[in-house]
C-alpha cells in the first residue's frame, strides 16, 4: 500500500500596527531567482509513526536555523495539493529575526544531466509581510492559510486587501 505523503509545518505571526504579519521562508536552489509563487511556510515530510507537531517543529528548525517561540499552537487544518500530498500548518505567535536565518542544506545534480552536483540552502531568505503581501508570494495552494488565520484572529480579510493578480477562485 503506497502512503501519501504528508508535510506539517508552523507559521509564525506577529501583529504590528494592529495587523498581522507573517514570516515566510524563500525557497533555496537553483530556482533562486523567482520570487511569485515560490515562498513557503517552514515544512517538511515526515514518517506515519512521527507526530506532526514534531515535525512541524524539527523542520523550522532545520530550515530556518531558530528555536519555535513560545506559545499555543493554532491547528489552521490541512490542505491537499493535486499531487495528493497533505500538508498541516499550525500557527505560532512570536517575532523572529528574519535575518538571522541559518538553513540546512541540499545537494542536487545541477544544471541537469551534468553529471554535476551542487548543494544549495533549502531556504536561502525569509521575511516578514502583511497578509495581502504575503499572498502572491506563496505557493498557491497555501495561501488559504492566510486567511484561515484571519478567521483566528477574527480580523477581516475581503477581498479589497488582496492583489487581484493572487486572488484564488473564491478563496478571497
Do not use: C
Not at 505567535?93 to 542544506?105: F, M, P, R, V, Y
Not at 548543494?119 to 502572491?136: T, V, Y
Not at 505557493?139 to 486587501?161: K, M, Q, S, T
Amino acid at each position: 500500500m503506497i502512503m501519501k505523503a504528508r508535510s506539517a509545518g508552523l507559521m509564525v505571526y506577529r501583529i504590528k500596527d494592529g495587523r498581522p504579519e507573517v514570516l515566510i521562508a524563500h525557497m533555496g536552489g537553483p530556482f533562486h531567482r523567482k520570487d511569485a509563487g515560490h515562498w513557503s511556510f517552514p515544512k517538511g515530510e515526515f514518517d506515519p509513526e512521527e507526530d506532526p507537531k514534531s515535525a512541524a517543529q524539527r523542520e523550522f528548525q532545520e530550515e530556518l536555523g531558530l528555536n519555535v517561540p513560545d506559545g499555543e499552537w493554532t491547528d489552521l487544518g490541512s490542505v491537499t495539493y493535486k499531487s495528493g500530498k497533505e500538508v498541516m500548518i499550525w500557527a505560532v505567535e512570536g517575532d523572529l529575526d528574519a535575518s538571522e536565518i541559518k538553513s540546512n542544506t541540499f545537494k542536487l545534480e545541477w544544471p541537469p544531466r551534468s553529471g554535476e552536483t551542487q548543494e544549495f540552502p533549502e531556504i536561502d531568505k525569509a521575511g516578514w509581510f502583511g497578509l495581502p503581501e504575503a499572498a502572491p508570494k506563496l505557493i498557491p495552494d497555501l495561501a488559504v492559510f492566510l486567511e484561515r488565520l484571519a478567521n483566528e484572529l477574527h480580523i477581516p480579510y475581503g477581498a479589497e486587501e488582496i492583489p487581484e493578480e493572487s486572488r484564488q477562485g473564491s478563496l478571497f
